[in-house]
Every structure is written in structure tokens, then in C-alpha cells.
């Protein structure tokens, strides 16, 4: 029996790798001599370096925080590929900021910019960066001037750092910004598809979540406005209403528009980066799974992705969760969820808890997958 197992993170509990190590010894508890292959799984989001980066890959980088602390900030580098994996979110992410502190005028991406610029002094040319989580509405302004470009107002000063500084934003000039980056490629693991400005655009979508009272929103869209518009003239690059532009307080305008960065489908960029379609080909079993499994999991999410690339190749994806919701099963053969009884969620986000019950509900339905392959044979 060839199995292939790619958790997601079980958030708070599991990270995707324990997780599939505990479905992984389920597996062999019903089939000692399965051929089992075990992948990490993420969207983009939070868990992509753990995901992509073994621990000894990983660097840890003390960069400017969102709101100007400084914070230690993880990354990876592949190194089959070289390829630098980044979490904006480790430098700029709203966890970071408190929930009486957050300040979208304030907060900044520079600490992001300052990853980049870390590992390209490191000798990485290729990025992948999921901007997922951000606790910033700056357009990717921090991001670009830790990179050396120029934001100016018009009295040829450097703006202040945040949404605030974008009001008075006049001119970039890339002309400081480094040399490297013309050698770069940034791949941008990206799934929403707001445009910088307007009323589905990054202020008026995520504003709320990082601070802005109702009031806030139309001030910090014309700021955005005025920095999309002084950047397309500027830097020759970059589309306002492009797809993801919006994403992470317009961080995806700012990486198009800086860094000629491309956004991509952040499930995809990580089954590519795994090699998840050649493990999965010829494959019995596939099994997915996160801390909780409803109808959005089908819908963009990793293990839906996952599954559906699964399924195209013709093998039959189970998904495992901490808890399911009723209209859960979309997109999957089968999906089950892991609790052996009602529990508090306490005692539910027991990571030896989660481990014990990963493996004892992949052993039933490995069970119940051969009887059925034994069943099938006979007929």
C-alpha cells in the first residue's frame, strides 16, 4: 500500500509536520510494510517556512517589528534550490501587535524588507514570500525603504514610516535601492484577490482587523490611492487593480510594483515546492487535514488544494480535523474527525492528546481502505 500524508498545521496544537507523523504511525499500525511518503503542508500563511524549511535550513534575524520594536524573525533557506522562504508575518504580522496598540497609520513592513535583504546578503537570488496575517496598511512602503529605495515628500525628506507617511508621499526615487534585486525573482504566496483601493480594497477589507475605526478607512484608502499612483509613475510597474494587489495592507501592489514580484496561488506555490503531484502519482491514500475542517477548506485552503491535486491524479484524499463541521465534505472522499468523544478544547489542543487520536483515526480508515481494496480484489 503507497500512502501519501500532508497535513496542515493543527493551529495552537500541531505544527504539519508532527501532525503527519502522527497519522504516518497510524498508517503503519494497520499496514507495518505501507510505502508511505510524508510532506509538510501550508498556503502561504503562517506555517510555510516550518512547512518548506527543515529546522537546520531555518535562520533567525532580529529586523524592526510592525510598530518599530525589534523582534526576531524566522526564515528559511532551501537548500536544494537556495530558494529563501519568508513569512511576512514573522516581521510584520498582526500577532506581533497587541490589540490595543494596533495602528494602521503606524505600523510598518520594513521588517520584511529587512528579511529580504538579509538573505540576499546570504546569496539568495530566488524568494518565495507568503504575506498572509499582516498587521500593516502601508502599500509595502517599510518594505521598499529597507531595501533602499527612496520615499520622499516634497521637500525631498524620507516620509515617516506607516500609512501616515504615505500622505505626504511626493516621489520614489529607486535609484539607492539594491543592486541585487535586479538579479531576484519573488514568487508571492497570495490568495485574495483585493485590488489596492476602494470599497473591496485593503482598507476598507482589513482595516478594521488592524485598528481602523470606521472614520480611518477613507483616510487610509487615499493614502494608498496616492502611493499606488506615485509608484506606477515612478517605478514603471505595479497595477493598483491588479488581483492581490490589496492583500496584506497593499504589501502585494508594493512587491509588484518594487520588486516586479508574482503573485501566485499560495496552495500551489507549496505542492510545487514540495513536489507533491510526483509523490502523490500511484498513490493508494491520501491524507490531508487541519485543526478544523469546514467548507472553506475546500475553497482555497491547503488541504483543499491539496486534495484536489490529489484527486486529479486519481487517488482518493481523507481529511482529518480537530473538529468538522457538517457541510465539511466537499472536495474530499472522506473526511473524519479526530475526536474520540466530546472534549473541552483545552484538553482538544493537548498536542500528545491530538497525536494520540491523529493515529488512532488514521488506523481505522487505513483499515478501512484495505478491506475495501481486499473487498474489490475478490469481485
Request: glycine share 16%; net charge negative.
Amino acid at each position: 500500500m503507497k500512502v501519501l500524508i500532508a497535513m496542515d498545521s493543527f493551529k495552537g496544537c500541531l505544527g504539519s509536520r508532527e501532525a503527519g507523523e502522527a497519522v504516518r504511525d497510524g498508517v503503519l499500525a494497520a499496514c507495518p510494510k505501507a510505502a508511505i511518503t510524508l510532506l509538510p503542508l501550508a498556503d502561504g500563511g503562517e506555517g510555510t517556512v516550518a512547512a518548506l524549511c527543515a529546522p537546520e535550513e531555518r535562520r533567525v534575524c532580529t529586523v524592526t517589528g510592525p510598530l518599530g520594536e525589534r523582534v526576531e524573525a524566522v526564515y528559511g533557506i532551501r537548500r536544494a534550490s537556495g530558494t529563501a522562504v519568508l513569512e511576512m508575518a514573522a516581521a510584520a504580522g498582526l500577532p506581533l501587535v497587541p490589540a490595543e496598540k494596533r495602528d494602521p497609520f503606524a505600523a510598518t513592513t520594513c521588517g520584511v524588507g529587512e528579511l529580504i535583504a538579509d538573505a540576499i546578503a546570504a546569496g539568495c537570488r530566488e524568494f518565495l514570500i507568503g504575506i498572509g496575517g499582516s498587521a500593516t496598511n502601508d502599500g509595502g512602503a517599510g518594505l521598499l525603504a529597507a531595501l533602499g529605495f527612496r520615499l520622499l515628500n516634497q521637500a525631498g525628506s524620507e516620509i515617516a514610516p506607516g500609512a501616515a507617511g504615505l500622505a505626504e508621499l511626493a516621489r520614489i526615487d529607486p535609484s539607492g535601492a539594491l543592486p541585487e534585486l535586479r538579479d531576484c525573482r519573488f514568487l508571492v504566496a497570495c490568495d485574495v484577490e483585493n485590488p489596492l483601493c476602494g470599497p473591496n480594497g485593503a482598507a476598507a477589507v482589513y482595516g478594521p482587523q488592524k485598528g481602523a475605526r470606521p472614520a480611518d478607512i477613507p483616510v487610509l484608502d487615499a493614502a494608498l490611492e496616492r502611493f499606488g499612483r506615485i509608484a506606477c509613475r515612478d517605478l514603471g510597474r505595479g497595477d493598483p487593480l491588479a488581483p492581490g494587489a490589496g492583500a496584506a495592507g497593499g504589501l502585494g501592489f508594493g512587491l509588484m510594483a518594487g520588486l516586479g514580484a508574482e503573485l501566485r496561488s499560495g496552495v500551489e506555490l507549496v505542492l510545487r515546492e514540495t513536489g507533491f503531484r510526483e509523490a502523490a502519482a500511484g498513490c493508494d491514500l491520501f491524507f490531508t487535514g487541519e485543526g478544523r475542517i469546514d467548507r472553506q477548506t475546500a475553497m482555497g485552503k491547503a488541504p483543499g488544494g491539496a486534495a484536489a491535486a490529489a484527486r486529479a491524479l486519481g487517488v482518493p484524499a481523507v481529511a482529518l480535523g480537530g473538529s468538522v463541521s457538517p457541510e465539511a465534505g466537499a472536495g474530499f472522499d472522506g473526511v473524519f474527525g479526530i475526536q474520540s468523544g466530546p472534549v473541552s478544547l483545552e484538553t482538544a489542543l493537548d498536542p500528545a492528546r491530538a497525536r494520540q487520536e491523529l493515529a488512532r483515526t488514521a488506523e481505522q480508515v487505513t483499515r478501512l481502505a484495505m478491506a475495501a481494496a481486499r473487498g474489490k480484489h475478490r469481485d
